[in-house]
């Protein structure tokens, strides 16, 4: 018997909201949201002030967040030398643990690092990064998170040739039969969301769309469903 659910052609994403947009004055509130809605995975951003302009939190709070949740937490690190707080987040209770290729001279390492610890490991690339710069490290990652603004502040706008990147990856990953998530970070919306699928991608993360949005829930499932 043919399975029509299995032969057509629609996708759901995995949604990531990510929390840099939460109010922090009722995080509670907040994950409890996310919980109680489609959503799937905490996203989760630490930055330090160097690799990026701007400090959020480190393993202190994404032990909070853990806490108060079943789902994946993703966190991705905007920090230089990655390696030296690689342990921390695993005690923190990060399932994945995503590291900027820009910031890791011995990447491999720092992958080896991540898998050795027991969580999933992420490579995230800066919108001028080319993609053909992860082709290598490419089979031994479960995860690329690609900017698609600058890193460092949410609620910037999309940078449109990430389209084009997100192509290229996808055609690089289904070549070869890999296993690797292709996660979009940065702008993504309501109105652009059907077109990054599209392209390839897997997982939304959404920080803006989602927090300022009068019905949180309601986004994540209008996100999920875009297809
Ligand atoms: C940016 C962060 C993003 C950010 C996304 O440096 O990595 O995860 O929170 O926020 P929006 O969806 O508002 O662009
Ligand atoms: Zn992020």
Not at 85 to 114: M, S, W, Y
Not at 152 to 173: A, C, D, H, S, V
Request: aromatic content about 8%; charged content about 20%.
């Amino acid at each position: 018997m043919i399975n029509y659910l299995a032969t057509q052609n629609y996708y759901m994403p995995i949604i990531a909201p990510s929390l840099l947009s939460a109010d922090f004055l009722d995080l509670q509130r907040d994950c409890d949201m996310i919980n109680n809605s489609e959503a799937d995975w905490f996203h989760l951003d630490v930055m330090d002030g160097r690799f990026v302009p701007n400090i959020s939190f480190g393993p202190m709070l994404v032990e909070f967040f853990r806490k108060s949740t079943q789902k994946i937490c993703d966190v991705h690190l905007m920090i230089e030398e990655p390696g030296n707080f690689a342990e921390a987040f695993k005690n923190a209770g990060a399932d994945n643990l995503t590291v900027h290729i820009e910031a890791c001279p011995h990447l491999h390492r720092n992958i080896q690092q991540i898998k050795s610890l027991g969580m999933k490991a992420g490579v995230a690339v800066n919108p001028h990064t080319s993609v053909e710069q992860l082709k290598d490290i490419l089979a031994d990652i479960d995860l690329v998170c690609m900017m698609s603004v600058n890193p460092g502040f949410g609620g910037q706008k999309f940078i449109p040739y990430t389209i084009e990147k997100i192509k290229t990856l996808r055609r690089m990953i289904d070549e070869r039969s890999l296993n690797v998530l292709i996660e979009i970070d940065g702008g993504v919306t309501l109105d652009n969301a059907a077109s990054i699928i599209a392209a390839g991608a897997d997982v939304l993360v959404a920080g803006n769309t989602v927090f300022k949005s009068s019905d949180p829930a309601k986004t994540i499932s209008q996100l999920k469903n875009i297809a």
